[in-house]
Nanobody, 123 residues
Framework: QVQLVESGGGLVQAGGSLRLSCAAS????????MGWFRQAPGKEREFVAF????????YYTDSVKGRFTISRDNAKNTVDLQMNSLKPEDTAVYYCAARGGPIATMPSEYDYWGQGTQVTVSS
């Protein structure tokens, strides 16, 4: 089992940057693919980024490509999301999630979730 805790959210002006971090408990962190998702008020939770077990494979939703970077440190049991050139439409609660199975982008396919961290981008 994996427990996930996100941090790093906050309020930033459009064009600014934030770095989110997700700390995982457990000694089997490297056996999980990790994803970042977000949920804006009144909207469904959506996929943002994915990173494979050892960071070889990454994948992003189109709207964040070139602006967001996902990375992981298996020695520290952390996965980060560097967010640059932020836009007001990036405003949402951001969640990290862990999946033991193959690459996936649907929230229902992930096994463990953090509590979320709020990101607000002002115009």
């Amino acid at each position: 089992q994996v427990q996930l805790v996100e941090s790093g959210g906050g309020l930033v002006q459009a064009g600014g940057s934030l770095r989110l971090s997700c700390a995982a408990s457990g000694r089997t962190f490297s056996s999980y693919h990790m994803g970042w998702f977000r949920q804006a008020p009144g909207k469904e939770r959506e996929f943002v980024a994915f990173i494979s077990w050892y960071g070889v494979t990454t994948y992003y939703t189109d709207s964040v490509k070139g602006r967001f970077t996902i990375s992981r440190d298996n020695a520290k049991n952390t996965v980060d999301l560097q967010m640059n050139s932020l836009k007001p439409e990036d405003t949402a609660v951001y969640y990290c999630a862990a999946r033991g199975g193959p690459i996936a982008t649907m929230p229902s396919e992930y096994d463990y979730w953090g509590q979320g961290t709020q990101v607000t981008v002002s115009s």
